[in-house]
């Protein structure tokens, strides 16, 4: 088997450590990360070891597009012309194919959210993907407001490796009748769509031992 693309959402060592492993056993066409990552030695390794074995590294910001087979992926942050920040930026994009999108958020905080709200792009996504250690403290009303997803996949660490998202946040996505699925509970998570389907709501699902499809 082999990955076209490993998107490096978050500069940080989980997931660069999570490169590296797979750049250790499996061919990978493409890195994308957001040019500022050079803060952490661990995710620097990582990026050399991809520069080693010949594979492409993308540095995106926000107004990019790259189309990877019928998958048009456009990113959102972070902003073009910060070169001059010094702190370790994680990557947002919005991924859309046909008439379904997803947003891979990760680590967002209420600092990016206002930011990509104020670049007035298309936010609105389906599917949201966010990072459990921030789930507390971002995904404001306004920013549920402009993305509208029906499914929030939540990756948070089991035995209390991340935080807890906080109660009050999970009830205002009950509220708006949005789909959660935690991967400390569901596992490991594979999301799937096809190109008639209109929207994640529509989808067939079944579940399987240690993941989650949505068909």
């Known amino acids: 088997s082999s990955l076209d693309v490993v998107i490096l959402a978050e500069p940080d060592a989980e ?4 490169l590296a492993h797979l750049l250790d056993n499996m061919p990978v066409g493409e890195v994308w990360c957001s040019p500022f990552v050079e803060s952490s030695r661990v995710t620097a390794r990582a990026l050399r070891k991809a520069h080693e074995r010949g594979v492409r590294i993308r540095r995106l910001v926000a107004g990019d597009r790259v189309k990877v087979g019928a998958v048009e992926y456009e990113v959102l942050y972070p902003e073009a012309g910060s070169e001059t920040r010094r702190r370790a930026e994680p990557l947002i994009l919005r991924a859309q194919w046909g008439r379904c999108a997803a947003l891979l958020a990760g680590a967002v905080t209420p600092e990016i959210e206002q930011a990509v709200l104020n670049g007035n792009v298309d936010s609105n996504a389906e599917i949201l993907l966010i990072g459990g250690r921030n789930a507390g403290g971002a995904c404001s009303r306004a920013w ?7 499914v929030v996949l939540m990756a948070v660490g089991a035995e209390g490796q991340w935080v807890e998202p906080s109660i009050s946040w999970i009830e205002q996505l009950k509220e708006r009748r949005i789909e959660i699925l935690r991967t400390d509970r569901e596992g ?3 999301l799937e769509w096809l190109p008639n389907a209109r929207g994640a709501r529509g989808f067939v699902r079944r579940r399987l031992p240690g993941r989650v499809e949505l068909l």
């Not at 997931?15 to 999570?18: T, V």
């Open 188 to 190: 490991a998570v594979m």
């Open 15 to 18: 997931h660069a450590e999570g």
């Open 144 to 150: 549920l407001d402009a993305v509208r997803p029906a």
